[in-house]
């Protein structure tokens, strides 16, 4: 018998949750094959197995905890020559990483085997199928608006057996205190956080009592960016297959700004403060587990195009689940877009060990004075600095925020900066 180990993940990471077996007690697998989704506090991991057979047992049930180094599976190495894919008992059905196609059911299932088999077949994230065990729902019954028929903890949420239930007799009255009790039931909810937002939270919360955070405004001009880009975004696209977004504009004003105002680039080790000669620019993305700062490598050594497909490549990944740790880790600063959900202002919270972040927000047509007799709608947009005021002063922290305004404001300057 081999044991399938939790393997190392990370320096940081010693252990996770077990979000979802691709392969079950009797399945046969080969040394490569992925046989479990595991859930860490940054990324979710697909754990391969070292060894060919039949997997005879899990020792870990989906949603437990398990450490680096546990054994979580045990494969028969000697039931290969006794067993073929074909034979195991209810394969997994849903489409294999690799892209191989998935085995039928066994001639001969049971009822039973046929219907669990249906509820593998369906397309689920793990934070949608931890759901629906949990409240108890099949999730071949709920329906979703993905167009690619993937179900989403937001659909489970949304979901209503009784709406979808063909009509029963009318239930008998009940004593008016068992209804009052009744319908305050319904009126709560309890869902379990999932391994990531509970990191989220609780480095929130860290950083929110560890660092002296303070948070500082300036509105920025957008008409020139939105005039370049206009002008310039068919034949952007074309030579560099990809969008011409503001993400970019931003990323160079920021990396820009942190080189006049460098410990805005800094971080605080004990009673040292580091400062960072190089600048990974963090950009926080949303997705359905939470919001996640995959990392631009070296932003100051790349071009608009560059950094706009990475920010693509990134996002997508996010979204996929499919980022790596090495994608979000070591970050100096973050950027991060409300105004993507429509927020006219807020006030971001660090990325720690990171002392500065810098909140984008939604363009409105507002009046603006262009001089003492003339007044024009602008689109204008709030940006927000917050930073760590142990090591960024005032002074510091608004330069910066002015320096970012000015660049934006004449973006054709972010060609002269070194």
Excluded: C
Excluded at 326 to 352: A, V
């Amino acid at each position: 018998m081999a044991e399938i180990r939790v393997p190392e993940l990370a320096e940081s990471i010693t252990e996770g949750t077990i979000a979802q077996w691709l392969k079950k007690p009797g399945d046969f697998v080969n040394k490569g094959d992925y046989v479990v989704e595991l859930e860490t506090d940054k990324v979710n991991v697909e754990i391969i197995s070292d060894f060919t057979g039949v997997l005879t047992e899990v020792k870990a049930q989906e949603g437990d905890n398990v450490n680096v180094g546990e054994v979580i599976a045990v494969v028969d190495e000697s039931g290969q020559a006794g067993a073929e894919p074909a034979q195991a008992a209810a394969p997994v059905q849903e489409q294999a990483p690799a892209g191989e196609p998935t085995a039928k059911p066994a001639e001969g299932a049971t009822p039973a085997q046929a219907a669990d088999d249906k509820q593998q077949r369906t397309i689920a994230s793990p934070a949608a199928r931890k759901m629906a065990r949990e409240k108890g729902i099949d999730l071949n019954q709920v329906p979703t608006v993905d167009p690619l028929g993937r179900v989403r903890a937001q659909d489970v949420s949304s979901y209503n057996p009784q709406a979808s239930a063909a009509p029963a007799q009318a239930p008998k009255a009940a004593p008016a205190p068992a209804q009052a009790k009744q319908d305050g039931e319904k009126r709560v909810e309890r869902i379990r956080m999932s391994r990531r937002r509970q990191t989220i939270a609780n480095r929130l919360v860290e950083v929110q009592q560890t660092a002296a955070m303070l948070t500082t405004f300036n509105e920025v001009d957008m008409t020139n960016v939105m005039n370049l880009r206009k002008q310039r975004k068919d034949k952007f696209f074309a030579e560099n297959d990809v969008k011409l977004g503001f993400m970019s504009f931003f990323t160079k004003a920021v990396v820009a700004a942190l080189k006049k105002n460098p410990f805005l680039n800094a971080e605080i080790q004990g009673d040292e403060i580091v400062l960072k000669k190089f600048y990974d620019i963090g950009v926080a993305v949303s997705t359905e587990e939470g919001l996640v700062v995959p990392v631009v490598r070296d932003a100051d050594r790349k071009n608009f195009a560059e950094i706009e497909k990475d920010i693509m490549d990134l996002a997508i990944k996010a979204r996929n689940n499919k980022l790596g740790l090495q994608d979000l880790q070591g970050g100096t600063f973050t950027i991060t877009n409300g105004g993507t959900f429509g927020s006219l202002l807020s006030t971001p919270i660090l990325n720690g060990p990171q002392v500065g972040i810098l909140g984008m927000h939604a363009i409105n047509l507002r009046p603006v004075a262009i001089d003492a007799e003339r007044m024009e709608n602008r689109p204008m947009m709030y940006i927000a600095l917050s930073y760590d005021h142990r090591i960024v002063d005032g002074k510091e922290a608004v330069t910066f925020l002015k320096r970012v305004k000015e660049l934006i404001e004449d973006p054709e300057s972010l060609l002269f900066e070194a």
